[in-house]
């Protein structure tokens, strides 16, 4: 499972754009976009919403978009049972170059104090930099709407969204307390032994046991329990993206 503006301008005019957004506002850092990383595995940027008090499955999830050093974009899918899933598209590099400048300037431009305490935020990725902006107001709103790939014309896209297909898969266990709940076994070793993180005790899994994890979620549905040495789990299994290599690589914001 592996584009903002509409309709597509020239990345001229919106690294323009970018410009000028950038002289009305500063977080007081460097403000000069690094240059976009350009390996394929690279991370150039990634968006991700966070409530103001997510829960575990919700930390969990995969960023509402990342952008990669090939100028492929992978966003989240419809999840398949427990598993999370994701497709990728690759766009031109004219719509990679605008959409890494977008959210570099909003990154260094968008209001940094929040309407309210424990209020949502947006969590954005530029290189190997973070940043957390609150949420909402209306600057923010118009910037996920750029970003979102499902309102970007036909002709940045280089083919069409295939399923990501990931190497390694990240299973996030947590104790389910309902011993009404209907349940199925977990054959794939103790999930509740691994690294402890705030979305759940997180191990991984490659090769057959993880292709063989995708097609018990799948199987199963959504809403399932899994229970483990009689111990009832929530279960998230989520696919590591391409600079993921370890639980410690999926750790949500606060």
Request: hydrophobic share 40%; net charge negative.
């Amino acid at each position: 499972m592996r584009d903002h503006l509409a309709p597509v301008v020239g990345a001229t005019a919106l690294l323009l754009t970018a410009a000028a957004l950038t002289a009305c506002g500063s977080t007081g850092e460097d403000d000069a976009a690094p240059a976009r990383p350009t390996g394929r595995s690279d991370l150039a940027a990634s968006v991700r919403t966070i409530p103001g008090t997510p829960s575990p499955p919700v930390r969990a999830a995969l960023p509402d978009l990342a952008l990669y050093g090939d100028r492929s974009i992978i966003v989240p899918g419809r999840p398949a049972g427990s598993l999370l899933t994701a497709t990728v598209r690759r766009v031109t590099d004219a719509k990679a170059d605008a959409l890494y400048a977008d959210v570099h300037a909003t990154a260094h431009t968008a209001p940094t104090e929040p309407d309210a305490v424990d209020g949502p935020s947006l969590a954005l990725t530029v290189a190997d930099r973070a940043y957390q902006l609150p949420m909402p107001n209306d600057e923010l709103s118009d910037f996920r709407e750029r970003v979102d790939p499902s309102r970007w014309p036909a002709n940045v896209f280089l083919g069409p969204a295939r399923p990501y297909r990931a190497s390694r898969l990240a299973v996030f266990a947590r104790p389910w307390p309902d011993a009404s709940t209907a349940t199925r076994p977990w054959p794939l070793g103790n999930p509740s032994t691994g690294t402890e993180t705030p979305e759940g005790t997180c191990t991984i899994l490659t090769g057959a046991r993880l292709t063989r994890a995708e097609r018990l979620a799948t199987e199963a549905g959504p809403g399932v329990v899994w229970t483990y040495a009689g111990t009832r789990l929530q279960l998230t299994l989520r696919p590591l993206l391409p600079h993921e290599r370890e639980c410690g690589d999926l750790e949500a914001a606060d």
